[in-house]
């Protein structure tokens, strides 16, 4: 029989050895008390869409912290965030990410969070581990703590690493819901989001803080809305309080966590299991053009929605084509595709033909691209 030995160090981490147990079917929607090594070994080969780790920052905090007036500050102290050195921690961090690439899909991605006493060590190993860096994301806190101490620049931000499998690998990046998020803006890689307080903030039964380090929601869901579709599966391997499975299961996605303190496993379950899915109609996004079926022009003269002869124009009228019976325009003696006549009209090296040309439909113009969605509407 294979087993797995916990071996308890000076930290008091498990640290598994030995052979690897049997793969288990995915334990969807479930929290796996244990260490997230052990734990991740059990599971399939390539079976999880995206992976969101939070691991410890092994802050090496040296003595208790006070406010000025003599309050302590409730900081990171907890054993499971002490290593002996520098190189256990490393060690630690490849273990962890060779389970993580080993279970994460080809086409899925991981993104870490951490702050500066251990993101940079971490995002070496990410490499080492021959991951592919897409971004790093700077969440700055708008409410950061401050430094009570006055010897340093007050610590507002954290950073993200978002990385793929490989530099070829076909990603999820919903890039219009973001943009739709963020004001039709671009995303940036700068967010600008409060940290976990008020009600938000989980407490225990001693009615501190339940986790030192518990991430807001609104972190987590512009993550899963950015890389993730409705149905995809998201590990947490240091699940803490359940954030990312709370956001997972509002927004329609399956989770595993994986946690190893008894005490915030309770906590998370308790919360997730009060966390309320949107409704379905509720999570649709933008579609990315880039995932939807590719749609030549003729396809809609072939199919009768628009009829040769038809005069279009562009949103000021300024140049009318008409439809030729094979998809072309003809305009001012050229004839090519809506793109190429589009941009030739305009002096412009190219053009997006469904979005600049428009069909007069009761009296009012409508985009091209109206009619490809329409089109698009019917295959499905």
Same mark, same amino acid.
């Given at each position: 029989m294979n087993l797995i030995v916990p071996i308890r160090e000076e930290t008091g981490r498990a640290r598994p050895t030995g052979k690897r147990l049997p793969k288990r079917e995915l334990p969807l929607d479930q929290i796996l008390m244990g260490d997230c090594i052990a734990e991740m070994a059990k599971l399939p080969d390539r079976s999880v869409d995206m992976i969101f780790a939070d691991p410890p920052y092994?802050?090496?905090? $040296? $003595?208790?912290? @006070?406010r000025p007036e003599g309050g302590r500050v409730?900081?990171?102290? %907890?054993a499971w965030d002490k290593f002996d050195s520098l190189a256990v921690y490393d060690d630690f961090t490849r273990e962890w990410l060779a389970e993580a690439r080993r279970i994460l899909k %080809?086409?899925?991605t991981i993104w870490v969070i951490g702050s500066y006493h251990n993101i940079y060590r971490v995002g070496s190993l990410l490499q080492d581990?021959? @991951? *592919?860096?897409?971004?790093?994301?700077? *969440?700055r806190k708008s409410n950061p703590m401050p430094n009570f101490r006055g010897t340093r620049f007050t610590n507002a931000h954290e950073t993200l690493i978002w990385c793929a499998k490989d530099e070829k690998a076909r990603y999820t990046f919903n890039y219009r819901a973001m943009k739709a998020l963020n004001d039709?803006?671009?995303m940036r890689s700068d967010w600008v989001l409060p940290i976990c307080s008020g009600s938000e903030r989980l407490k225990g039964d001693d009615g501190n803080k339940a986790h030192p380090t518990q991430k807001p929601e609104s972190l987590l869901y512009r993550i899963l809305l950015a890389c993730t579709k409705p149905g995809d599966v998201v590990l947490d391997p240091f699940f803490g309080t359940g954030t990312t499975g709370a956001v997972a299961r509002r927004l329609g996605r399956k989770w595993i966590g994986i946690e190893r303190e008894r005490a915030y496993v309770k906590v998370a379950r308790e919360r997730i299991d009060s966390t309320l899915p949107l409704d379905e109609s509720a999570m649709t996004? =933008?579609?990315d053009k880039r995932s939807q079926p590719? =749609?030549?022009f003729g396809l809609l003269v072939e199919s009768g929605m628009i009829e040769p002869g038809t005069l279009v124009t562009d949103s000021k009228r300024r140049w009318t084509a008409k439809v030729g019976a094979d998809g072309s325009l003809s305009c001012e003696g050229k004839t090519g595709s809506i793109h190429k006549i589009g941009a030739t009209l305009q002096g412009a090296p190219s053009c997006n033909g469904w979005t600049f040309w428009h069909v007069e439909v009761d009296g009012a113009l409508q985009p091209l691209d109206t009619l490809r969605q329409r089109h698009l509407a019917d295959l499905a």
């Open positions: 092994n802050l090496q905090l $040296g $003595g208790d912290l @006070f409730d900081a990171v102290d %907890d %080809d086409d899925g581990a021959d @991951f *592919w860096i897409l971004n790093d994301i700077v *969440w039709d803006l671009q996004t =933008v579609p590719r =749609v030549a």
